[in-house]
C-alpha cells in the first residue's frame, strides 16, 4: 500500500491531471497500525528459514507505535516463545526496570528482537536464519521512526548494522542506523550471567551509563 501512496504522490508533484481527478485515490491514507499489521501478517506466515519449524509462537514484537526509543535484542528465548511476547523472563524483568528507571513504560517505547522465532538451546541465530527476518525488523523500524535504537548486546548490534564490533568495546558508544541514532549496550542476561553481587553491579551501572546517553540523546537529561 505504501508503494501505492508513493506512486500516486509522484504522479501528483509531476502534474499527472487524472490523479487529481481521482479523488478517492487522493484521500488514500494508510496508519502506523496498517503498516505494522502488514508486517505482523508477513511474519506470522513467514517460513524463510528453519526456525519456525522448532517455535511455538512468532514472536514479532511489541509497544509503541510513536516510541522515543526502540529496544532490540537477538530472539526470544524460552518464555518469551511460550507467550508469543519479546522479554517476558528474569532478561525481561530487568529491562522492564531499566526502563521504568528511564520514565518511560513498556507501552510507551517498542521492544522487539533480531529473529522472531527461538533459535533452539536459545543459541544465537546464525546469519542465514537473521539474514531471513532482518527485512521484517527493517520494516518495523521504518514504520516506526524510532528516535533512538538501543542494540541489546553483540548480536544484535552486529547483524542490524552489519559490523563485528564487541559489545564491550561498543557500548555506550553512538551509531547510526538510517540515520536513527543507535547505542548499543549489555543484554539483560549479561547481567543475570554475572556470578558476584560486585559483578552485577558493575555491569548495571555500565547499562544506566549507557541509558545517560540515550536520554541525553531525547533532551531528557
Known amino acids: 500500500m505504501s508503494d501505492i501512496i508513493n506512486v500516486i504522490e509522484f504522479f501528483k508533484e509531476i502534474g499527472i491531471g487524472f490523479v487529481k481527478k481521482r479523488e478517492s485515490l ?3 491514507s494508510v496508519s502506523k497500525q496498517d503498516l505494522m499489521n502488514d508486517v505482523l501478517k508477513d ?6 528459514c528453519g526456525l519456525f519449524e522448532s517455535k511455538i509462537n512468532y514472536v514479532p514484537g511489541e509497544g509503541s507505535l510513536n516510541p522515543d526509543i526502540m529496544f532490540i535484542g537477538e530472539g526470544p528465548g524460552e518464555n518469551e516463545d ?5 522479554f ?8 522492564t526496570n531499566l526502563i521504568k528507571k528511564t520514565g518511560y513504560s513498556r507501552e510507551s517505547v517498542y521492544i522487539g528482537n533480531i ?9 544465537n541465530p546464525r546469519i542465514d536464519e537473521a539474514a531471513a527476518c532482518l527485512p521484517f525488523l527493517k520494516r518495523q523500524i521504518e514504520n516506526l521512526q524510532p528516535k533512538v535504537i538501543v542494540c541489546l548486546g553483540r548480536v544484535a548490534l552486529n547483524y542490524l548494522l552489519n559490523n563485528d564490533e564487541s559489545i564491550t568495546k561498543a557500548r ?7 540515520n536513527i541514532p543507535v547505542i548499543p549496550t549489555f543484554h539483560p542476561s549479561y547481567i543475570l550471567h554475572q556470578r558476584t553481587k560486585q559483578a552485577i553491579s558493575d555491569a548495571k551501572w555500565k547499562v544506566w551509563d549507557d541509558m545517560q546517553k540515550v ?4 533532551g531528557k537529561k
Request: charged share 30%; net charge positive.
Open 26 to 28: 487522493e484521500n488514500i
Open 43 to 48: 511474519i506470522y506466515s513467514c517460513k524463510k
Open 82 to 86: 511460550k507467550t508469543g511476547r519479546p
Open 88 to 95: 517476558v523472563g528474569k532478561a525481561g524483568e530487568l529491562l
Open 115 to 123: 529473529v522472531k522465532c527461538r533459535p533452539p538451546g536459545n543459541r
Open 172 to 178: 555506550g558508544k553512538l551509531f547510526y542506523y538510517e
Open 215 to 218: 536520554l541525553e540523546i531525547l
